[in-house]
């Protein structure tokens, strides 16, 4: 009958240690996610360095969609690298500039991943339109020479 008891009382601890082991381990198997911060100012005079900074950590370098932040999004992050070629071999410009402007619809621009670029640009801008222009503009014909690489 002890024996009986101490099995028992061995399994229950077992199961308990067990659970408390895994709830600890839960967090760190949660995976990554995304910490907003507030945007910082770049040159409005290049393209590179402002996708650099506000670009590449969802969509990558190179622009393929592999930045160091999009494990951590619900929908993965365009390829920027082959709009041209999911557009008939054309770039195009006159798009992603909306999308960036908050004008035309993408799948993650406007949500909490991926913010619609205009409205910030404004912001760094001190509302400086032309300003906001340029930006997009630098960052379009940036990721322009992404295309096929």
């Avoid at 995976?31 to 990558?60: D, F, L, Q």
């Avoid at 690298?81 to 006159?94: D, H």
């Avoid at 402007?101 to 949500?111: D, N, P, R, V």
Wanted: aromatic letters at 6%.
């Amino acid at each position: 009958m002890h024996v009986m008891k101490f099995i028992s009382l061995a399994v229950a601890l077992a199961v308990l240690l067990s659970l408390a082991l895994a709830q600890q381990a839960a967090p760190a198997q949660s995976g990554a996610t995304i910490k907003h911060v507030p945007i910082t100012r770049t040159p409005s005079n290049s393209g590179k360095e402002m996708y650099n900074n506000y670009c590449a950590v969802c969509h990558g370098k190179d622009g393929k969609g592999d930045g160091p932040a999009a494990s951590a999004l619900k929908t993965t992050p365009t390829d920027l690298s082959s709009l041209a070629k999911n557009a008939s071999g054309k770039y195009p410009a006159a798009y992603v500039s909306a999308v960036l402007h908050g004008q035309a619809t993408a799948t993650a621009h406007g949500s909490q991943d991926m913010p619609v670029w205009g409205p910030l640009f404004s912001s760094i801008s001190q509302g400086h339109e032309s300003q906001v222009r340029q930006r997009i503009t630098n960052v379009v014909d940036y990721v322009g020479t992404l295309q096929g690489k």
